[in-house]
């Protein structure tokens, strides 16, 4: 367990990352001062004591919630300090003890480089308990921020609660308006903690697209993915854009198969994510535009890929100008070619028909004389009557 002085200076980090919140922490403050070690922890102080408890949040923001047996109040999980290493690690315990979820499972997201200083920290009063003989008094509970990444089920203990439930933001605040402060603080900290992550693994030398897929399970790049936290990433630092934009510029070297199962992976997890998508994905496609004649003879991604980029066009959310439609245009002829006679009804007949009829609309410059193209140039192809159908 930390010293009284290592609580000091945990206290004086915490504020320097939240100087806000000098006032309100003062009661910890002042009570870390005049309390020895031997007391900062112990349940019969009732000066208070200090306590710590852990807000897991699942991938689509969610956060989970047990319904305390004592105080019938839906609370985060935790508890008191025992014979633990750190603070971190008595959060940790409390959280697998109480939910069932494994250490494993909880990806921290650390709010300053020195790890232990925790995402929030809470003085609130605990009222008298005439059963166990315990006076009122101050929990002074410090709290740290995990991602959910496991995927079993998990089970509450019932000797501790009554039941368990994963709340959205809002319903959380139906539950009890006293978490206004942490949903407050949240997106700030895992848009830093993102930010930081991606900067970090990025200038060592990982593999921007590995890098990235992290990210999105840890952080939540998911169909679930919070409003929320979408707005955050419209903030996306310049510093670490330039890093990720250097980085593809790097693996553009080696591109090949490999690299561009992940380039789909990547850009696969950031359609519907607005401000990342808008950032990364020109010069995500224009390394499939710059490489497309490696891949042509591939299988069903790349047709996939295209079609993705035909419907963000539409969307004109990244495929905005007409060079870039242009290219999407030509890159889809040698699909149209070297598949000119395929099973009908399979996937492949599907995408190529589907393509058909994107070529004409007219927001693809070039579309329509690429058609006319293909006929004269493979009167033989099973498509020519759906071309020509199309160009009615």
């Not at 105080?71 to 690690?89: C, K």
């Not at 609309?361 to 020519?384: N, T, V, W």
Request: aromatic share 12%; with cysteine; charged share 25%.
């Amino acid at each position: 367990m930390l010293k009284q002085s290592e609580i000091q200076n945990l206290l004086i980090d915490y504020l320097k990352r939240f100087p806000a919140e000098e006032s309100r922490i003062k009661i910890v403050t002042d009570y870390a001062d005049r309390t020895p070690t031997a007391q900062l922890y112990s349940r019969k102080n009732f000066d208070g004591h200090i306590t710590t408890s852990s807000f897991i949040m699942n991938p689509s923001g969610h956060i989970l919630l047990l319904k305390h047996k004592v105080l019938d109040r839906w609370l985060q999980p935790g508890g008191h300090v025992e014979n633990d290493s750190s603070l971190l690690v008595s959060a940790l315990r409390e959280a697998e003890e109480e939910t069932g979820i494994p250490a494993k499972d909880l990806h921290y997201i650390p709010v300053d480089k020195n790890e232990a200083v925790p995402f929030d920290i809470d003085p609130h009063y605990i009222p008298a308990n005439p059963k166990k003989m315990e006076d009122g008094h101050y929990h002074h509970d410090i709290r740290y921020l995990f991602v959910y990444s496991g995927s079993g089920d998990i089970s509450f203990n019932i000797d501790e609660s009554t039941g368990m439930r994963w709340l959205t933001f809002g319903e959380l605040l139906m539950k009890d308006e006293s978490f206004t402060k942490v949903i407050a603080k949240i997106p700030d900290v895992l848009r830093a903690a993102f930010t930081e992550y991606v900067s970090n693994r990025s200038a060592i030398g990982h593999n921007i697209f590995d890098v990235l897929d992290d990210a999105h399970n840890l952080f939540g790049y998911e169909d679930g993915f919070s409003d929320w936290f979408q707005q955050q990433l419209s903030a996306f630092p310049d510093e670490v854009t330039l890093q990720v934009r250097q980085k593809i510029s790097l693996l553009e070297k080696q591109f090949d198969e490999k690299t561009f199962l992940q380039l789909y992976t990547i850009f696969q997890s950031m359609v519907g994510d607005e401000p990342l998508y808008r950032m990364m994905s020109p010069a995500l496609v224009s390394i499939f535009f710059d490489h497309v004649d490696l891949l042509i003879d591939s299988n069903h991604y790349v047709l996939n890929l295209l079609l993705d980029l035909f419907n963000e066009a539409f969307r004109d959310t990244m495929l905005h100008t007409d060079e870039m439609r242009r290219q999407l245009v030509t890159c889809t002829y040698p699909l149209l070619t070297r598949n000119r006679q395929v099973d009908r009804g399979s996937d492949t007949d599907l995408a190529i028909f589907k393509f058909i009829q994107l070529l004409n609309d007219r927001r693809f410059p070039g579309g329509k004389e690429l058609l006319h193209q293909f006929i004269a140039d493979h009167p033989e192809s099973q498509y020519i009557e759906d071309i020509k159908f199309a160009l009615k």
